[in-house]
Structure formats: C-alpha cells, structure tokens
C-alpha cells in the first residue's frame, strides 16, 4: 500500500507565474485534503473532496486557487498570478470512508518559493 | 470556534531524558478527535495517534505516551528516554466529528523538540 504522493517536491517560480501541483492519495481514499504550511506554523486547511465533489473552503483559498479531483482520484491545486505571499508548504492529505473516525494520511507536500 | 494551544514554542533535553508536549485545545462539540503528528526535517508529516472525546483512557506505545484529561481540555505527550530520531517539530491537532464525518484538522503551531546528544 503505497503512500500519498505529491509532485513536484520543490517548485520556484516568479511573480505572476501559474504553478500547478498534484496529489495522488492512498488507493480507495474518498477524502482528499490541502493544507498550505509557513514557515513556524501549523498546516492551515485550504479545501477538501469526497470523491470528486469540492465539500468546502477555506477563506484562505482566494480566487486565485483552483483545485480539482476529476474522477475522484487524483488532485491538481493550482495557483494563479503567483505572489511572493504564496511560498509555502502545500500538504496534501487523504482519508478513508464517510464515517467519524477519519485519520488524515500526509503527502511529502510541495515547497513554492515565488521570487 | 476549534482552536489548539501549543505553548512550548521550542524544547530541548538531553538523550535518554524524559520530555512532555503540551497541548489544550478549544470545541464546542461533545464529539471530537484528537490527533499527533510528527513532522522530521523532510517535511512529511507522520500520524501517531488519534483519540475520540469518548474515550479519556491513557495510551502507551513503546516509549511514547499519551495523557488525555477532558476536565482540563489537554491531550499531552510525552517521550520516554528521548533518542536524538526524536528530534522533530510535533503538532497537535483536532478535529471535530459531526454525523457526515469528521472535519478538516485544526492544528496548533508545533513545538520543536531537539534531543541532544
């Protein structure tokens, strides 16, 4: 059974670049979260899918964020006229089934350095 | 509102001594999920443990140890003869569990543990 996986591990762009990163979850994970990491904090939650509906929000995702999961497997988060405020740690999670006892399985994640 | 307390910004102890994290947290639900998470310097964040608010028993796996007191809202850590493999930033986390499942992971800020040795 392998892990979630993210792609890529590091990605340095420029102000106003588009950047698009993908998740993959734990094979027959329904749940797949993002959260977005500075440095010194704790993960903050950006959005999350069951299967391949969006469920909720953060007001933290501008409209310059979009995140999909077509098909309800894999995920694409993707930032849009990049700003130097979105370098971060992009995490991304998966859990299993609908029920209340739901543990969040982590991806390497994705550091964005925007210059 | 959900909200999770890490005081300790930054700890360190010498290998082989015995070190607690601290955690309290904030929810007005009845029902509730704590978790630990440890984060090495890779980055990738390691489950190590989830309690549900039903269920105040301590935990004890090998050297790590949980202490969970719904009286004072804490959910506290402690290693045993710490080893310098310990040596990571741990985050606490909640989430809250109503009938459609549990909802995303509040997390504290961490606290950076280095073992020394």
């Known amino acids: 059974d392998t892990g979630v996986s993210q792609d890529p591990r590091h990605k340095i762009t420029k102000r106003g670049q588009n950047v698009t990163f993908r998740c993959d979850p734990i094979?027959?994970?329904?749940?797949l979260y993002w959260y977005r990491q500075t440095l010194g904090q704790g993960p903050e939650f950006l959005t999350y899918?069951?299967?391949?509906?969006?469920?909720?929000k953060s007001r933290l995702l501008s409209d310059r964020f979009s995140a999909e999961r077509p098909k309800g497997s894999f995920s694409t988060l993707e930032i849009q006229r990049t700003e130097q405020g979105d370098s971060a740690m992009y995490l991304c999670?998966?859990?299993?089934?609908?029920?209340?006892?739901?543990?969040?399985?982590f991806g390497p994640g994705t550091r964005l350095l925007v210059l | 509102a959900q909200k999770v307390t890490q005081a300790q910004t930054e700890i360190s102890v010498v290998e082989k001594e015995d070190v607690t994290l601290d955690c309290v947290y904030e929810?007005?639900?009845?029902?509730?999920?704590l978790f630990w998470y440890k984060q090495p310097p890779s980055g990738e964040l390691v489950f190590l443990i989830r309690?549900?608010?039903?269920?105040?028993q301590n935990e004890i796996s090998g050297r790590y140890s949980w202490n969970f007191q719904k009286s004072t809202s804490s959910f506290n850590f402690t290693i045993t003869a710490s080893q310098v493999v310990d040596s990571a930033v741990y985050f606490c986390?909640?989430?809250?569990?109503?009938?459609?499942?549990?909802?995303?992971?509040?997390f504290g800020k961490g606290t950076r543990l280095s073992v020394i040795a």
């Open positions: 929810t007005r639900d009845t029902t509730y999920y």
């Open positions: 899918f069951q299967n391949e509906a969006q469920l909720e």
């Open positions: 999670a998966s859990s299993l089934g609908s029920g209340r006892a739901q543990t969040q399985y």
């Open positions: 309690r549900n608010s039903f269920d105040e």
């Open positions: 094979s027959e994970h329904n749940r």
């Open positions: 986390a909640l989430s809250e569990a109503p009938n459609s499942g549990n909802t995303p992971l509040v």
